[in-house]
């Protein structure tokens, strides 16, 4: 690896790093929201989309594998892929929540409203993005300086 990749590399990990962050602060939120006296599970759905979402783009920053705006998380775990197969069953457990970047937060075609997430739900979503930020913090430490 020449300076120059070597340099590219380093500026990938600490912009990796940052998606990192802010995808545990959307997870921080997700949690507030639901453990508040009067919970608000679509909030906290919301929260857990994008936790995941922000952390996927830090596996495809690191990976230098470009991405366009998206919120779809099967696509972009399906771009992920190549370079975290070992990630494959948390990066399928995301896709569930593609949905809930929008399906709580604007009317649809149908009169009634989806059900809201049940707490249990909520919970193994949690449990992905926990494990999607501890992937995500392994690779940013690994990656070389």
């Keep these: 690896m020449n300076g120059d990749d070597a340099e590219r590399l ?6 990796a790093a940052r998606w990192l962050a802010i995808g545990v602060e959307d997870l921080r939120v997700a949690r507030l929201c639901l453990n508040a006296t009067e919970p608000s599970p679509v909030a906290s759905a919301y929260h857990c ?3 995941a979402e922000k952390l996927v783009k830090g596996l495809l920053v690191l990976a230098d594998s470009p991405f366009t705006k998206t919120h779809d998380l099967v696509r972009l775990g399906t771009l992920a892929l190549p370079a975290y ?3 494959a069953s948390l990066l399928a457990a995301t896709h569930i929540l593609t949905s809930w970047a929008f399906e709580y937060r604007y009317p649809g075609p149908d009169l009634q409203p ?3 997430p ?3 739900e909520l919970k193994q979503a949690m449990d992905t993005i926990d494990a999607l930020a501890t992937a995500l913090r ?3 430490r690994t990656a070389p300086q």
């Design 138 to 140: 392994d690779a940013v």
């Design 49 to 51: 989309q994008q936790a």
């Design 85 to 87: 197969p070992q990630l």
């Design 118 to 120: 049940t707490e249990t």
């Design 114 to 116: 989806p059900e809201d």
């Design 10 to 15: 380093h500026d990938r990990a600490l912009m």
